[in-house]
Structures are given as structure tokens and as C-alpha cells.
């Protein structure tokens, strides 16, 4: 947890400085957009707290949803 | 400011890495397990475990200078209901989880094959410290027992026991089973599995261990037992045999040539008939030398050696025959036959034999050729007799 | 205006693909289940299909030299329609790169350190992955050629150290597996070694020469081929019908290298090896993951957001899958639909527009 927190500030710091000098808005925006993605994801993952997986969705959606199965080996 | 977060990084990327030391084990935490046995326990459900685990401080000390009575190794044995809850509790005892990467031998009582291996196997196939390489045993009485027996040249007994099943081919009187081949044959529906049997014999005050004929299964129950002879006749088949003693009868029946086995090639090629019969054509090559006679016949003349060549034959087609015959009374099919076929005919296999492949393999009939070939006599010419220059 | 500035030549790109279909060595596995002892056969009938798909992304790239694919998707689909199949393209990357990610951590997980939480391999893989592609395309594609010299030498020894133990009757009986299985498997393995080189979309567009590639990249997939096959014929030959019931039978069968009681547990080897290969099949997804999110949000580098991404990915191959037994059931099975349009059919249909419309516009001036 501290250890998660810890990471993101260090990356920030590393990271953010030179972005804000050279005036590069678009990588700046996108660079804070997956930032706070990523952190809250792993804010998540270290709280213990599940996230959902996409690949449940997706299985869902082509093994039950569209019947796409091959049949069970023997 | 910078410059400080990367340092901070890069040290808390180096502390990460020391993640991978949860794994360690320090020697003196290994307890070493280099044999285990398996016995049925009072309890009808539970197993009694042995583990032999080597006592590294004695190791090598005994016989010189050190406490006579102090062996090099240590047998421990708790019970349990299955083989991981067994070997769990002897950290009871031990206070160190058991290191069975060197496990050389594995035994099993006969009662508990007998009630059926499956249960008792899965750990050692399953565990990724086992390797697949250690050998199979069964022990006639307790397999406790067997582990204790201390050898009189060896310091551990599982590892005398792992040189004996090595060294099967001096007689091709058994074979060396190890776990990979056991499942192997445990898997395919149609073999059978086979496993060496091995039994104390006390001889006044020594114990030692004796390792001779098969056991065999019927999909992981002992059914059967294969003596010296049959087992033999078994290794002709699959060309296992690598060295052994033939007796064979000498043409005027005075006595009996004796005979090491050089090589040995055995090839199998099964054949289905239009009518529906299984005939195996068996083709053994073998080469021998004449180390013993017990007449004073002179042998060493060709056309003698072409009548004990014959003989020589028609004892190793004896063996097999044997071999088979007992396996037939209880339909086992020790040599592989089945896959065999299955790998030859594969229609024919999966439509009419596969079902009933017990009672099929009953019906096989064979077609065995011997070429057997006496390359030398060793240092003798003629036997030492006064009828020399006869 | 592409976000990578280095220039590969052809020959690095040989030893690209060689190494990124190699980095699948032991996914073979996946494919033992269903064909058993004829998994050789699913190898061969997959290279054999693969071969034109990936004619088709080299050919796609061909036709557009010094563009990637979000580019090209742009040109031959219009602005809103091409960013959406780009998404496609991305939504793939990532799914990718955190099943190989996750295959990593579950292979150090099960085999070699049992004790160790998987989080820490995932992160500890995916950093060093990030670090590579950080470094750029020139210095993976350099490394390339000792990567697949080195792979290729330790996989013909451990093949040659299993000689004696092989039973070359295991691969009898032919034909005994049903045909629905075989084309199962086949489906397996194109869709996991081979058109996972879709990620080389990406990468095409920083070659020197353009016009050369589809030799070296066929040669490529081939070489690679030939080390997947070599994976599925030793393993049959050595385990026999026990094949199917391990995790790894790769492993299984390196274990079995008994030479002189000296050499074995050689184990070790393939799990370093495999490590090896995987990192570099990793870089590159993860390297083709930057360079498109960079491409379709307009940036101008992919440096910024590759430590976030990255971060993104760990979390993601973290959760994706519930065990090893999930990873092996659903790869089987949804993980190889999902992907299908794409791989099969969205490049070819992409060159199918590109042709008709004419496209692109400059090689038409060029003609007349």
C-alpha cells in the first residue's frame, strides 16, 4: 500500500517535470490520464478490493452470448 | 530533486528484487530424503510413511572411529490418510520440511498395491521436487522394514537398494522401473504395469534386501507375481536384456553348459490374420559365451555348438512362453502387445479389440525365432577331464 | 508524422519475427491436450496457414512504406471509422501483452519460486519489459540476433541430450485423433505464435527498405516454426502417452536428461530460456502497445505515458485470469475467438480497400 503510493509519487516527480517544461499539453494530458488510471487501479489492487477482468466479460460474450466452443477434448 | 527521485527508485527496484529470497533454504534447514516407504497403517484408511532421511553428520563416520551404533541415516515414519498429509507431519518429528529432490527409491508394500497404487501415486507424480526418474518397488512384508535393512557394503540403504535395481542387467532377473514408465504404463489402457519386488531376507544376525521378479498390476492393483524366469522371458521381448545366465541342457544330457549372455535384441511385430487371429512374430538375437559346464564333454566343436545354440533357443523360448502364459491366466498384458497393435492397426484396434482386449490377449498365438549365436569359450578349450584327446 | 525515429534493416526484422514466434515455446502446450501425440502435425498445418496471413500484414505494409497501422487504418477507413479498428488493434495489444505477462509470472509462480507473490514477478517483468522499450526499436531489434542464436543453440542440445531417451513409436498410431481436435489445435497455434506477429504492423514502418521484407519475414516465421516443431516432436517422442497429463511437458522432459548423473535437472535451462524469449516477445507487443496509443492520441513520442501503461498492464495481467488452469481452459477457447476477426481478416480486408480505392494516393503519381 505505502509501497504503492510510494512508486507513483516517484514516477510523477521523474516524469512530470520535464513534460510541464517543454509545454507538451498533449502528452502532459495524456500522461496524467493514464497516471490517475493506473493509480486508482492499483490503489484497488493493494486495498484487496477485485476488479473485473475483462476476459470474464469477453468469455461471457463469445462462449455463452455467440455459442463459439470447440467441444472438450477427450 | 530529480535526480534524488531516480536514486530512491532505483533503490526501492533493488529491494524488490530481493522478493525472490522467500524461497531459500539453507542446508542445515534440509532434512534429505533419499528413500520412501509405504505401509498400510492399523487404521483401514491411513498409510504409515517412512521417509529415510540421511543424517549428514554421520555420513561417512560410521565403521571408522565413529559410534558403531550410530547409523548415517534416519528413518522416519509417521501415518496419515494420504501420502502429502503423511509427509506434512513429520515436521512433527522433524521440525524442517522434508527436501525430496534426491529420492532415489520409492516402495510400496504389498498390501497397499494390492488395495490399489492410484491413490498413493499422485503426490510423487504431482510434487515439483520428485523427480521422475526414481524407482519403483514393491517390498514383500512391510516396506519400513525394507529401509531398515543395513546394507553390508553400502552406508544408506536406499541407496543400495537404488544400485541393486540399477544393476538389473547383470541377470535380467527384474527390471528398473521408474515412476515415468509406471505411469506410462498405468495410462495406456491396454498395458499392464509392472514393478520390481524386493524382500528382506535375514540370514543370522544380517538383514539384507533381495531384489527379484516383478509384481503386476492390474490397472494399479497387484493381481500377479513374475518369477526370475518369467520375468526374463518378459525382458527378451521388450529388449531389455542385457547380460544374464543361461543353463542350458548339452546334447548328451551329462550336465549342463553354462552360458553368459553377451547381447541381446529382441524385435516384435504383430500381425492380424484375415480371419481375425493375432499372431506376434518374435524375433530374438542373441549372443552368448560358454562360461561353465559341469560334464566333461567336449563341447567346443561346431556341430556341438549347433545342437546347444538349439538349446539355447528353446530355453529362451521357454522363458517367454512362460512369461506369457502366466500373464494370460490372468489377462495382463505385460508386454505391450496391445499398444502395439494399436499402432499398427489402428481401425482395427479401436473397433474390435480394444473392449476386449483382456480375454483377446488371451488368444495370442506366436511365432518366435531365436537366432542364438556361442562366440567364444573364454580360456578353456577343453574341459579338464582325463579323456582328453578323445 | 511517425512516433518512432530509429530504422531497423531487413535482416534485424528476420531475427524479430524468428525470436517473437520462438518467445511462444511453451504455449505448444496449450495444444497437447487437444492432439496429443500428433501435436507436429497442428504445427505444420499452422505454419502452412499462417504463411498468407502474414503475407498479407507484410504486404499491407508494403504497400504503405514508413506508416504503422494506425496510420494506414486512417488513410483507408477515414478518420472515425479507422480509429475504431485501431482500437481494436490497441484493446488486442493489451490483452496480449498481459497473458504473456501473466504466462511469465505463472511459469516462475508454479515451477520455480512457489513462495513468492505473483504480483512481484508481473511487476518485476513488466518494468524490465517497459525499460527495453524505453531504450527503442534499434536496440531490440540488435539484440534480436543473439537472442535467437542463443535459443536456437540450447534448443537443438536439449533435443540432442534426449536422443537416446526417445521412443519415435510414441507418433504411431497416425490419424487417431478426430479431426475436430486437429483443427482446434491448428487454430491454437496460428492464432498464438504466428498472427500475434500482427504486433510487427507496428514495427514495419520503421524499416529502411520496405520493398524486401516479406522473404525475410516468411523466412522468419519459418525458422521460428522450426523451433516449435522441434518443441512438439521432442516432447511426444520422450514422454509418450503420459504427455497429457502435465502442466508442462516441456519441462517434464527436460527433467528427464539424466546424462552421467551429472547433468540433470536441466529444467533450470528452459525456464532461463523461455524467460529470455518471453521478455523479448513482451518488448515488442508492449513496444507496438506505446508506439499505437501514441499514434492514435497524436503525440509525439510514446516515452510519456509507457511507465503508466505499463502500470496499467501489471494490474491488468494480474487479474485477468483467476489460475493456471483458467489461463489454459480460456486460451483455449475464448481467447483465440476474440481475436480472430482481427488477425484473419482485418489486415487482408484493409489491403482489399486499400487496392480498390487506389490507395495510397502518392504511389498513383508515381505510375503515371
Keep these: ?51 473485473p477482468s475483462p476476459m470474464e466479460g469477453l468469455k461471457y460474450l463469445i462462449e455463452d452470448f455467440m455459442g463459439l466452443k470447440y467441444p472438450e477434448p477427450k | 530533486m530529480k535526480n534524488t527521485a531516480v536514486k530512491i527508485a532505483t533503490i526501492l527496484l533493488m529491494i524488490t528484487l530481493l522478493f525472490g529470497c522467500l524461497d531459500g533454504r539453507e542446508l542445515s534447514e534440509l532434512e534429505i530424503v533419499i528413500g520412501i516407504g509405504i505401509d498400510s497403517a492399523d487404521d483401514p484408511d491411513s498409510i504409515k510413511l517412512t521417509a529415510q532421511v540421511v543424517n549428514v553428520s554421520q555420513l561417512g563416520l560410521s565403521g571408522s572411529g565413529g559410534d558403531p551404533d550410530s547409523k548415517p541415516y534416519w528413518n522416519a515414519a509417521t501415518t496419515g490418510t494420504t501420502i502429502f498429509e503423511a ?152 529388449n531389455e536384456v542385457k547380460s544374464g545366465v543361461l543353463i542350458v541342457p548339452t546334447p548328451e544330457e551329462s550336465g549342463v553348459a553354462v552360458f553368459e549372455i553377451e547381447t541381446a535384441k529382441g524385435k516384435v511385430k504383430p500381425e492380424i490374420t484375415d480371419d481375425g487371429k493375432i499372431i506376434m512374430h518374435i ?62 492397426y489402428n481401425k482395427k484396434w479401436h473397433e474390435q ?23 567364444k569359450t573364454n580360456l578353456l578349450k577343453n574341459p579338464v577331464t582325463q579323456k582328453l584327446g578323445g | 508524422m511517425n512516433v518512432e525515429r530509429g530504422k531497423i534493416n531487413v535482416t534485424q526484422l528476420f531475427f524479430c519475427v524468428t525470436g517473437f514466434v520462438e518467445g511462444s515455446v511453451l504455449l505448444v502446450n496449450f495444444a497437447v491436450d487437444m492432439t496429443k501425440s500428433q501435436t507436429w502435425m497442428a504445427v505444420l498445418a499452422s505454419i502452412a496457414v499462417a504463411i498468407p496471413v502474414i503475407y498479407s500484414y507484410v504486404a499491407l505494409a508494403t504497400r504503405f512504406p514508413g506508416l504503422n497501422v494506425i496510420q494506414i487504418n486512417d488513410i483507408v477507413y477515414g478518420p472515425i471509422l479507422g480509429k475504431l479498428i485501431s482500437l481494436y488493434y490497441i484493446f488486442f495489444f493489451a490483452l496480449t501483452f498481459s497473458f504473456n505477462n501473466r504466462d511469465i509470472g505463472e511459469l516462475y509462480k508454479t515451477f520455480i519460486m512457489p513462495d513468492a507473490p505473483m504480483i512481484f514477478f508481473l ?134 536428461i539424466d546424462i552421467g548423473t551429472v547433468l540433470t535437472r536441466m529444467d533450470l535451462l528452459i525456464g532461463v530460456i523461455q524467460t529470455i524469449l518471453i521478455f523479448f516477445k513482451a518488448s515488442l507487443l508492449l513496444y507496438a502497445l506505446a508506439t499505437s496509443v501514441a499514434q492514435i492520441l497524436g503525440l509525439k513520442s510514446y516515452l510519456p505515458i509507457l511507465l503508466p501503461l505499463t502500470a496499467i498492464e501489471v494490474i491488468l495481467s494480474a487479474t485477468v485470469y483467476q489460475s493456471p488452469v483458467d489461463h489454459a481452459m480460456t486460451t483455449q477457447n475464448a481467447g483465440i475467438f476474440y481475436s480472430t476477426p482481427l488477425l484473419y481478416f482485418t489486415p487482408a480486408i484493409t489491403l482489399l480497400i486499400a487496392v480498390i480505392r487506389k490507395l495510397p494516393k502518392s504511389k498513383r503519381r508515381k505510375r503515371s
Design chain 1, 1 to 51: 500500500m505505502i509501497y504503492v503510493l510510494t512508486i507513483y509519487t516517484l514516477v510523477a516527480i521523474i516524469n512530470l517535470p520535464p513534460l510541464i517544461k517543454n509545454g507538451q499539453k498533449r502528452e502532459l494530458f495524456a500522461f496524467i490520464a493514464f497516471f490517475i488510471v493506473a493509480f486508482v487501479l492499483s490503489l484497488l489492487y493493494a486495498m484487496d478490493i477485485e476488479i
Design chain 3, 123 to 256: 511487476a518485476a517483468f513488466a518494468v524490465t519489459c517497459a525499460y527495453a522499450v524505453h531504450k527503442g526499436l534499434e536496440p531490440l531489434a540488435r539484440v534480436s540476433h543473439i537472442i535467437v542464436a542463443i535459443s536456437f543453440t540450447v534448443m537443438l542440445l536439449i533435443f540432442l541430450l534426449l536422443i537416446d531417451i526417445m521412443d519415435f513409436s510414441n507418433f504411431l498410431p497416425l490419424f487417431d485423433v478426430p479431426l475436430i481436435s486437429l483443427i482446434h489445435s491448428v487454430h491454437v497455434i496460428t492464432a498464438i505464435p504466428f498472427c500475434e506477429s500482427i504486433a510487427f504492423l507496428m514495427i514495419f514502418g520503421s524499416l529502411d527498405k520496405t520493398e524486401k521484407a516479406a522473404k525475410y519475414v516468411i523466412w522468419g516465421l519459418i525458422s521460428g516454426g522450426f523451433i516449435l516443431l522441434n518443441v512438439a516432436v521432442r516432447n511426444t517422442a520422450v514422454l509418450g502417452n503420459t504427455e497429457t497429463i502435465w502442466t508442462s511437458p516441456s519441462f517434464e522432459s527436460t527433467r528427464l
Design chain 2, 87 to 238: 509427509i506434512r507431519q513429520i515436521t512433527h518429528k522433524t521440525g524442517n520440511r522434508l527436501f525430496v529432490p534426491h529420492c532415489e527409491v520409492v516402495i510400496y508394500s504389498k498390501d497397499v498395491a494390492k488395495q490399489g497404487l492410484y491413490k498413493h501415486l499422485d503426490f510423487f507424480l504431482r510434487a515439483i521436487e520428485m523427480r521422475l526418474t526414481s524407482f519403483i518397488l514393491i517390498a514383500e512384508g512391510k516396506a519400513g522394514e525394507v529401509l531398515d535393512a543395513k546394507p553390508q557394503t553400502e552406508e544408506l540403504p536406499a541407496v543400495n537398494i537404488y544400485n541393486l535395481v540399477k544393476s538389473y542387467g547383470f541377470t535380467s532377473h527384474l527390471y528398473d522401473v521408474t515412476l515415468k514408465e509406471f505411469s506410462s504404463r498405468l495410462i495406456s489402457e491396454a498395458t499392464a504395469p509392472v514393478a520390481p519386488l524386493i524382500k528382506v531376507v535375514q540370514e543370522g544376525e544380517n538383514k539384507d534386501v533381495q531384489v527379484m521378479g516383478l509384481a503386476v498390476f492390474k490397472e494399479d492393483k497387484m493381481i500377479d507375481e513374475l518369477n526370475m524366469d518369467e520375468t526374463r522371458g518378459l525382458l527378451w521381448v521388450i
Design chain 2, 353 to 375: 479389440l480394444e473392449e476386449d482386449w483382456e480375454e483377446i490377449y488371451k488368444t495370442i498365438e506366436f511365432d518366435i525365432k531365436v537366432d542364438s549365436k556361442i562366440t
Design chain 2, 283 to 344: 524375433d530374438i538375437k542373441l549372443q552368448a559365451n560358454l562360461s561353465e559346464q559341469t560334464t566333461a564333454e567336449k563341447l567346443a566343436r561346431p556341430e556341438i555348438f549347433e545342437k546347444l545354440q538349439d538349446n539355447m533357443s528353446e530355453v529362451v523360448v521357454q522363458e517367454i512362453m512362460s512369461a506369457y502364459e502366466k500373464s494370460a491366466k490372468t489377462g495382463s498384458d505385460i508386454f505391450g502387445f496391445g499398444d502395439m497393435i494399436h499402432k499398427k
